[in-house]
Nanobody, 124 residues
Framework: HVQLVESGGGSVQAGGSLRLSCAASGYTVSAYYMGWFRQAPGKEREGVACVGRDGSTRYADSVKGRFTISKDIAKNTLYLQMNSLKPEDTAMYYC???????????????????WGQGTQVTVS
């Protein structure tokens, strides 16, 4: 049974930083590509970043240069370091995973099988 649990959200001032964590259980992160997504009230869920089995990454244009996705295989945990936060980053943030035999990753919501419950990020 695959379970993803996000943590690290909170309220910060514009320009501040947060690090989100996603603890995975029931599988090893190394066998999946994983991603971070966010959804603001009244808006569709959108891809933020992803990381493949090989460590390759992709980012949404809106967060390039500000956010960094990473994974710690030993801890079976996914991270999203968010710097220079803006009010428009305010959203519920979700981590997601999909088992794959390939190396890369996708920021498309429809590609993911497993989702966490979300953690709220509010930037003012």
């Amino acid at each position: 049974h695959v379970q993803l649990v996000e943590s690290g959200g909170g309220s910060v001032q514009a320009g501040g930083s947060l690090r989100l964590s996603c603890a995975a259980s029931g599988y090893t992160v190394s066998a999946y590509y994983m991603g971070w997504f966010r959804q603001a009230p009244g808006k569709e869920r959108e891809g933020v970043a992803c990381v493949g089995r090989d460590g390759s990454t992709r980012y949404a244009d809106s967060v390039k240069g500000r956010f960094t996705i990473s994974k710690d295989i030993a801890k079976n945990t996914l991270y999203l370091q968010m710097n220079s936060l803006k009010p428009e980053d305010t959203a519920m943030y979700y981590c997601a995973a999909r088992r794959t035999l390939t190396w890369g990753c996708s920021t498309s919501v429809g590609k993911y099988n497993y989702w966490g419950q979300g953690t709220q990020v509010t930037v003012s």
